[in-house]
C-alpha cells in the first residue's frame, strides 16, 4: 500500500494542465509586450539624452541627466514589477525516459536516497556537497540535509512512497521557498517509463524574491530540463548495467 507523509497530500496533486499552462504564458507574453511597447515608446525621448549623456557627458548638464537616468531606472524597475502581476507563481518541470529494467530495480535507486545522489545530476555538479542523511535507510521519512558552495543549502524528505509505482519528495530550498518533485514509474513491457517532475506553487518564497521568481518560472523548463535529462540518463546508464 501507497504511504504518505500527515498534510502532505497536496504534493501528490502537484502537476499542472500543461495546455493551461501554455495558454497562461501566451496571454502573459501579450500583456508583457503590450506594456514595454507603451512604456518605451513614451519615454523614448529619455532614452536618446541619456545613450546620448554616455556617449558625450560633457554636452549635457550632469545633475538633471543623472536625475532623468534615475527616474527611467525606477520606471523600469516599476514596470517589472507591474508585469509580474500578470505572470503565474507557479511552475512544472518533466522529463521521461523508457529504461530496460525491472521497475524494481530503478524503483531502488529512488526510493533509497543514498542511491539517488549516486546519480542524481546536482550532486555531480559539486562532489564536495556535504549530506546528512536521516529517518529510515529508504522510502518514506528518509531524508537528507545538503550544504554546497554551488548548488546552495537545503532539504530534501520522501514524504510518499507506494512500491514500484511512486516516490514523492519535499524539497525545502532553505528560506528561498519549497517544491515538490515526483518519480512515476509504468510497466512498459520489459521496459519501465519514468516519469520525473518538479513543481512548484510558490509557498516559501520571501517576500523580496516573489518578483524575480515570477521571472525565473518563465525559463525553469530550460534550465531544469536539461538537468532531468542528464539525470535520467545517468539512472537509465546506472539500471540498465545490472
Not at 529508504?138 to 532539504?155: F, P
Request: hydrophobic share 40%; net charge neutral; charged share 20%.
Amino acid at each position: 500500500m501507497p504511504q504518505k507523509l500527515e498534510g502532505t497530500s497536496k504534493y501528490s496533486k502537484c502537476l499542472f494542465n500543461d495546455r493551461e499552462q501554455r495558454n497562461n504564458l501566451y496571454v502573459s507574453s501579450i500583456l508583457i509586450g503590450d506594456i514595454a511597447d507603451e512604456y518605451f515608446f513614451s519615454n523614448w525621448n529619455d532614452f536618446q539624452q541619456i545613450f546620448s549623456f554616455v556617449l558625450n557627458p560633457k554636452k549635457f548638464n550632469t545633475m538633471k541627466t543623472l536625475k532623468k537616468i534615475g527616474i527611467v531606472l525606477v520606471s523600469f524597475v516599476l514596470l517589472l514589477v507591474i508585469v509580474s502581476f500578470f505572470l503565474p507563481s507557479t511552475f512544472h518541470v518533466e522529463r521521461s525516459a523508457v529504461i530496460n529494467a525491472n521497475d524494481s530495480v530503478i524503483f531502488s535507486n529512488v526510493n533509497n536516497l543514498k542511491n539517488f545522489v549516486t546519480w542524481m545530476p546536482w550532486a555531480k555538479m559539486d562532489p564536495n556537497t556535504k549530506m546528512d542523511f536521516f529517518g529510515p535507510e529508504q522510502g518514506l521519512g528518509q531524508g537528507y540535509n545538503w550544504s554546497s558552495e554551488k548548488t546552495g543549502n537545503g532539504k530534501m524528505t520522501i514524504i510518499e512512497s507506494a512500491p514500484n509505482q511512486k516516490v514523492i519528495m519535499e524539497l525545502d530550498f532553505e528560506g528561498m521557498g519549497k517544491s515538490a518533485a515526483s518519480f512515476g514509474f509504468t510497466k512498459e513491457g520489459n521496459a519501465t517509463k519514468v516519469t520525473w517532475a518538479m513543481d512548484s506553487k510558490g509557498e516559501g518564497i520571501p517576500f523580496w524574491m516573489i518578483v524575480p521568481h515570477k521571472y525565473m518560472s518563465l525559463f525553469m523548463d530550460k534550465m531544469v530540463g536539461a538537468d532531468f535529462e542528464n539525470g535520467l540518463a545517468s539512472l537509465k546508464s546506472l539500471t540498465e548495467g545490472k
